[in-house]
């Protein structure tokens, strides 16, 4: 009798969440409206996702396609050639000449946006600092500037001939500068240019991360004593390590995205001395009387695996960094 009177009961019974009684059940309006949302969130995401699609999906994979054939760009006429490209790639010693220009640009590039960015952060966190808002967007202004045109503007100031730099050196008789005309000075020049442009973004990473410092601690490391120095090194740096590999990871993968800045000041000059890779693959692909856009796109491949790699190494290193923390 039991059983039966078990089975016999309803499946709103069963589930306990039938409408109360006069009420009518709300559900099926709520569903209602939700697919109604839903529908208008892919309406408006609809676009993004086309262009997308249209605008980096698609070249990146037929990117792929092309590095298997030889083709100018310019014809129908593709011929495949299979990884013939690449092998005419891994041996023109400019692809490995462009290769150890983007990795010095990157050595110098990082350490100055991390390092420097970090220590700026600590002066401007302080509350006791004043116009803290003011130097935080004077420095952030930079990067809001489109790239292409602080390259030009400073092509312009850095001109031997009449820009402001060699006007001032001038005139204080010291002769003419040209530091983006001699291979010695062009790549650092404009790895600390590079630097300027994009250091407020770090800076600004450094700062989210100094907030995430409970203040509670600095209360309680200043009634035990501690002083400015301890405080750092026992509070805010152990509590800023996982900070610091994530911030060095992001810049080191932004370095590697150079090229509207370099090609707008140098273009790869003086005698290839600030040729990176993008430039290298821009050479080929765009700048050659003849495009040779299966080997322009082999060396792009071969340059996201340079990425894939150096990233892949660095978390790696972030990994055995956190396991040592663990275990001490």
């Not at 997308?52 to 990146?60: D, E, K």
């Amino acid at each position: 009798m039991t059983g039966s009177s078990v089975l016999a009961r309803p499946p709103a019974a069963r589930t306990g969440r039938a409408p109360a009684p006069g009420r009518p059940d709300r559900r099926p309006a709520q569903r209602s409206r939700l697919r109604r949302r839903n529908v208008w969130i892919y309406a408006f995401l609809l676009p993004t996702f086309v262009l997308y699609g249209m605008y980096t999906l698609y070249p990146m994979l037929a990117s792929y396609w092309y590095s298997l054939v030889e083709w100018n760009g310019f014809t129908s006429d593709q011929r495949f050639v299979g990884i013939a490209n690449y092998r005419a790639v891994l041996a023109d010693p400019m692809f490995w000449s462009a290769v150890r220009i983007t990795l010095v640009f990157m050595l110098i590039v990082t350490p100055l946006r991390v390092l420097g960015a970090f220590l700026l952060a600590i002066v401007l966190n302080s509350p006791k600092l004043p116009f803290t808002a003011f130097f935080r967007t004077m420095y952030f202004l930079p990067v809001v500037t489109t790239t292409a045109i602080v390259g030009v503007v400073m092509r312009f100031v850095l001109d031997p001939a009449s820009g402001p730099l060699s006007v001032v050196s001038q005139a204080l008789g010291l002769g003419p500068v040209d530091l983006l005309g001699f291979s010695g000075t062009a790549l650092v020049t404009a790895a600390l240019i590079y630097v300027w442009k994009f250091f407020g973004i770090t800076l600004i990473y450094w700062l989210a991360a100094l907030q995430t410092v409970p203040r509670d601690l600095y209360e309680a490391a200043r009634i035990d004593g501690a002083n400015a120095v301890q405080t750092f090194r026992h509070i805010t740096l152990p509590l800023l390590i996982p900070f610091l590999l994530i911030i060095t990871v992001l810049t080191v993968e932004d370095c590697f995205h150079a090229f509207d800045l370099m090609q707008t000041m140098t273009a790869g000059g003086p005698f290839f001395s600030t040729e990176i890779i993008e430039i290298y693959i821009y050479r080929y692909a765009f700048a050659a009387t003849i495009p040779q856009l299966g080997f322009a796109s082999a060396a792009a491949v071969l340059f996201g695996l340079l990425v894939l790699v150096v990233v892949g190494i660095q978390l790696w290193l972030t990994m055995l960094a956190r396991r040592s923390g663990a275990r001490a």
